[in-house]
């Protein structure tokens, strides 16, 4: 046994407690991992106030970077003292219809970190050695972790958003927080033009946007100055989307990158009319993990992060909800 701690909401509503923890061998198919930094995603605000399926108490946590300790029965290819990376999709059923078809981020049982599967706000953490992802070495520990969750479910959004869309100059991105800033200069490198569209006033994240080199940054009340092919939701405001629907050009596609999203108020036809789409992101695949590493240390991808302690983890989520954040919190126990 290991002696640890973690970070649990006993019900919606409730703050993190700390608690001790006991860390057993892995069993059948699983890894042991001490956590080394653990990315703090809007998806934990969502967790805590009850706004997607989980089970309580949980450990939230899905932007896990971790160093193998031990492997349960079963597990081949990894050694003690590998470092990997643990993201949303803790497992799928392989079974079902999607998962035959390869889209197991559409599993009909699926397994989420920090939601169903305790997670990464903790000292350690058992995780279904299938779904770790190998993590390239040009990333330490706390710059990868935003990429887990905020880089991986922004670039499955950014390729939905250019499919079919041919040479896609202009995207809009409505939101500039953990993901728009990782997947905006993922389509800067691409050769694209990037408008960031923030909270109005939003100053803060309007220069974080154009100091990464976006085209252009304003409030998401005002369309943004040219027509654009695609557009991404990374706000989890359904009020957005008609704005997003009017700003894109004829066969544009608006994509809600969230698990969790307010209603979204009617409008007009005409504003969906000329072959324009709704789409929204379910999850990610361990395909997307792969494409997404690679291109990510291509580019490169660089995080901004601020560090937090494990035991200041209600601070983050605070910092989090309240907007007080430029790039990501992370977690380093």
Same mark, same amino acid.
């Given at each position: 046994?290991?002696?640890?701690?973690?970070?649990?909401?006993?019900?919606?509503?409730?703050?993190?407690?700390?608690?001790?923890?006991?860390?057993?061998?892995?069993?059948?198919?699983?890894?042991?991992?001490?956590?080394?930094?653990?990315?703090?995603?809007?998806?934990?605000?969502?967790?805590?106030? &009850?706004?997607?399926?989980?089970?309580?108490?949980?450990?939230?946590?899905?932007?896990?970077?971790?160093?193998?300790? !031990?492997?349960?029965?079963?597990?081949?290819?990894?050694?003690?003292?590998?470092?990997?990376?643990?993201?949303?999709?803790?497992?799928?059923?392989?079974?079902?219809?999607?998962?035959?078809?390869?889209?197991?981020?559409?599993?009909?049982?699926?397994?989420?970190?920090?939601?169903?599967? +305790?997670?990464?706000?903790?000292?350690?953490?058992?995780?279904?050695?299938?779904?770790?992802?190998?993590?390239?070495?040009?990333? &330490?520990?706390? !710059?990868?972790?935003?990429?887990?969750?905020?880089?991986?479910?922004?670039?499955?959004?950014?390729?939905?958003?250019?499919?079919?869309? &041919?040479?896609?100059?202009?995207?809009?991105?409505?939101?500039?927080?953990?993901?728009?800033?990782?997947?905006?200069?993922?389509?800067?490198?691409?050769?694209?033009?990037?408008?960031?569209?923030?909270?109005? &006033?939003?100053?803060?994240?309007?220069?974080?946007?154009?100091?990464?080199?976006?085209?252009?940054?304003?409030?998401?009340?005002?369309?943004?100055?040219?027509?654009?092919?695609?557009?991404?939701?990374?706000?989890?405001?359904?009020?957005?989307?008609?704005?997003?629907?009017?700003?894109?050009?004829?066969?544009?596609?608006?994509?809600?990158?969230?698990?969790?999203?307010?209603?979204?108020?009617?409008?007009?036809?005409? +504003?969906?009319?000329?072959?324009?789409?709704?789409?929204?992101?379910?999850?990610?695949?361990?395909?997307?993990?792969?494409?997404?590493?690679?291109?990510?240390?291509?580019?490169?991808?660089?995080?901004?992060?601020?560090?937090?302690?494990?035991?200041?983890?209600?601070?983050?989520?605070? +910092?989090?909800?309240?907007?007080?954040?430029?790039?990501?919190?992370?977690?380093?126990?």
């Amino acid at each position: 046994m290991i002696q640890g701690h973690a970070m649990v909401f006993e019900r919606p509503g409730a703050p993190l407690r700390r608690v001790a923890r006991e860390y057993g061998a892995p069993g059948p198919g699983e890894l042991l991992l001490q956590v080394l930094a653990c990315g703090v995603c809007r998806t934990d605000l969502h967790v805590a106030d &009850g706004e997607v399926a989980a089970r309580y108490p949980i450990v939230p946590g899905h932007e896990i970077v971790g160093r193998v300790l !031990a492997a349960g029965p079963g597990v081949t290819g990894v050694a003690p003292g590998d470092r990997l990376g643990v993201p949303w999709l803790g497992g799928s059923c392989g079974q079902c219809r999607y998962c035959r078809m390869g889209r197991e981020n559409l599993c009909d049982l699926p397994v989420f970190t920090g939601a169903t599967r +305790d997670g990464g706000y903790a000292s350690h953490v058992l995780a279904d050695a299938r779904f770790c992802l190998p993590l390239p070495p040009e990333f &330490g520990d706390v !710059a990868a972790a935003p990429l887990l969750c905020a880089g991986l479910i922004g670039y499955r959004a950014l390729a939905m958003a250019l499919e079919g869309q &041919g040479e896609a100059e202009s995207i809009a991105l409505y939101g500039f927080g953990a993901a728009a800033h990782i997947i905006a200069q993922v389509a800067l490198w691409q050769g694209r033009r990037v408008h960031a569209l923030t909270r109005p &006033g939003d100053a803060a994240s309007q220069g974080f946007a154009l100091a990464l080199g976006c085209t252009s940054a304003g409030g998401s009340d005002l369309p943004p100055p040219e027509e654009v092919d695609a557009a991404i939701l990374f706000a989890a405001d359904g009020a957005l989307v008609p704005l997003a629907l009017r700003a894109v050009r004829k066969g544009g596609r608006v994509v809600c990158a969230g698990i969790h999203m307010s209603d979204i108020p009617g409008f007009p036809y005409a +504003d969906l009319w000329g072959e324009r789409a709704i789409l929204s992101v379910a999850n990610l695949t361990r395909a997307d993990g792969a494409a997404f590493f690679e291109m990510a240390r291509r580019v490169p991808v660089r995080t901004t992060t601020r560090v937090y302690a494990l035991d200041d983890a209600n601070a983050a989520l605070d +910092d989090l909800r309240a907007g007080r954040l430029e790039g990501a919190a992370v977690l380093v126990p």
